[in-house]
């Protein structure tokens, strides 16, 4: 099995503008009321959700989103990355497997193209499909020489795209 490695800095640059980005977006929607980002909440990071966006439907009343964000710099792959396993040694489950977010919202940083894809939708058909799929996995240095490897599988943004209702491409450019 092939992996890549990435350092810790390399991800946590590629998250943060993937979060930031996806922030200003959502305040730049005219409905938008709050959007609280609760990526260092612990209570939040045990159910995977980095954002609750508050918003206002067309009747004027306030309803809540939440969001995982998932940041990819690798554009021109033509696939999706679905982390089932988020550090191999510890045996934890990946964020696409465990999260409770309304919406994984998967952003390619370099084209600044966001793509919205709901949930439990998505997941269904990703675990009733994930042996169609390539298993990779990526390391990362956490100090000392060490590092935790985390498991994806390597899914086809068309294929998701054409199987699974709602999913949403939006460019932020």
């Not at 990071?45 to 690798?74: M, P, S, V």
């Not at 793509?115 to 990703?126: E, G, I, S």
């Not at 996995?137 to 390597?154: A, K, Q």
Request: hydrophobic share 35%; net charge negative; aromatic share 12%.
């Amino acid at each position: 099995m092939s992996r890549k490695q990435y350092s810790m800095n390399d991800g946590m640059s590629v998250a943060k503008k993937a979060s930031n980005d996806i922030e200003q977006f959502l305040y730049s929607k005219a409905e938008t009321v709050e959007v609280l980002n609760v990526e260092d909440d612990g209570a939040y990071q045990a159910i995977d959700i980095d954002l609750i966006w508050k918003w206002k439907n067309n009747r004027g009343e306030i309803r809540t989103t939440t969001i995982e964000i998932k940041g990819d710099r690798y554009y021109g792959t033509g696939n999706y990355f679905l982390e089932t396993v988020s550090n191999k040694s510890k045996g934890t489950p990946g964020c696409f497997i465990y999260t409770q977010a309304d919406y994984v919202l998967y952003y390619f940083v370099g084209p600044m193209e966001l793509h919205v894809l709901p949930m439990p939708d998505t997941r269904n058909w990703f675990i009733d499909n994930i042996n169609k799929f390539k298993e990779r996995e990526t390391s990362t240095p956490v100090g000392n020489g060490d590092f935790y490897i985390t498991v994806g599988r390597l899914v086809p943004r068309l294929e998701l795209q054409e199987a699974v209702n709602g999913v949403k491409i939006i460019s932020l450019k």
